[in-house]
């Protein structure tokens, strides 16, 4: 089992920026990928990006010039650093971890851009 806590969302003007971090309850070396998915009211869950236990990053081209996927695999913490914020973004951000074949889901952390 992998639990997972997200922080790091908010409220934010557009143009903004906002970090969210993803804390993981196991040990890095057991976990393939850590990243990020995002859901609005009426749409499918979308990938944002994802990052392998090896440093390998998958960006959704939407987000690509704006958003950066990092990881610290001492703290067992995967990071979302989210810059030029637009109200489009205005999502429910989830995190994700693949372990042992299990892919696990964090509870949700709400960003919200105000235009």
């Known amino acids: 089992q992998v639990q997972l806590v997200e922080s790091g969302g908010g409220l934010v003007q557009a143009g903004g920026s906002l970090r969210l971090s993803c804390a993981a309850s196991?040990?890095?070396?057991?976990?393939?990928?850590m990243g990020w998915y995002r859901q609005t009211p009426g749409k499918q869950r979308e990938l944002v990006a994802t990052?392998?236990?090896?440093?390998?990053?998958n960006v959704a081209d939407s987000v690509k010039d704006r958003f950066t996927i990092s990881r610290d695999y001492v703290k067992n913490t995967v990071y979302l650093q989210m810059n030029s914020l637009k109200p489009e973004d205005t999502a429910v951000f989830y995190c994700?971890?693949?372990?042992?074949?299990?892919?696990?889901w964090g509870k949700g952390t709400l960003v919200t851009v105000s235009s």
């Open positions: 994700i971890a693949d372990a042992g074949g299990t892919r696990y």
């Open positions: 196991r040990f890095s070396s057991s976990i393939v990928v």
């Open positions: 990052i392998t236990s090896g440093g390998r990053t």
